[in-house]
């Protein structure tokens, strides 16, 4: 999620990829580097649009490190696009709890905020949240609330020293505007996401 003015200016600056466009709608981006990988869809619907992205990388964190960093609700503010403040609002277990999410945009796009439903599961080969969007879990806040913000992160031991991440995000834009906007976001838009998720763990 960026905000207009930083969406036209993508327009200019591409990101250096290899490109790859499949029949289903999915598009895959890699990086020059080889170790990020983003794939993405975008579906128009009547009521809004839907952007599905999942991104792969890798970087110098250990399980417990990235375990520790993602279950504190508070840290999500740090990687999301304008997101203004992360909070737990409610906790059932230390691997269930409810996260708000308030996201500070400009003109013309309206404030937005989500509430989230987290499950964490730990074993010696993983660590994976999973975020699900629950609007009703807290009291209207004022502002235009998210319907579809779903995440999945799952993080996986390479060694001692290091770890895979994939970031799956599925979330239902109301901005009204063409296409190619939406796409001017992508790539780009999850692999700084991403990039400020490693840059938090390493």
Request: aromatic share 12%; proline share 3%; net charge negative.
């Amino acid at each position: 999620m960026k905000s207009f003015k930083t969406l036209m200016a993508l327009i200019a600056f591409a990101f250096a990829t290899t490109h790859v466009q499949a029949q289903d709608g999915w598009e895959t981006h890699t990086a020059k580097d080889g170790i990020t990988t983003v794939k993405s869809r975008v579906q128009k619907t009547k009521d809004f649009t839907r952007i599905d992205y999942t991104v792969t990388s890798k970087g110098n964190f250990t399980l417990k490190e990235a375990d520790e960093f993602f279950k504190n609700s508070a840290n999500h503010k740090k990687f999301w696009e304008n997101c203004e403040k992360s909070e737990e609002f409610k906790k059932i277990s230390e691997n269930d709890w409810y996260t708000y999410l308030y996201f500070n945009y400009s003109w013309p796009m309206s404030d937005v905020d989500c509430a989230q439903h987290f499950t964490r599961t730990v074993t010696s080969e993983k660590v994976v949240f999973k975020a699900t969007t629950t609007p009703n879990a807290i009291e209207d806040r004022g502002v235009d609330r998210s319907h579809l913000f779903d995440v999945i992160i799952t993080v996986t031991p390479i060694d001692d020293a290091s770890s895979n991440i994939t970031l799956e995000v599925s979330f239902g834009s109301t901005v009204s505007g063409p296409k190619w906007m939406i796409n001017a976001w992508l790539p780009d838009g999850p692999k700084e996401i991403m990039e400020r998720i490693i840059g938090e763990l390493e």
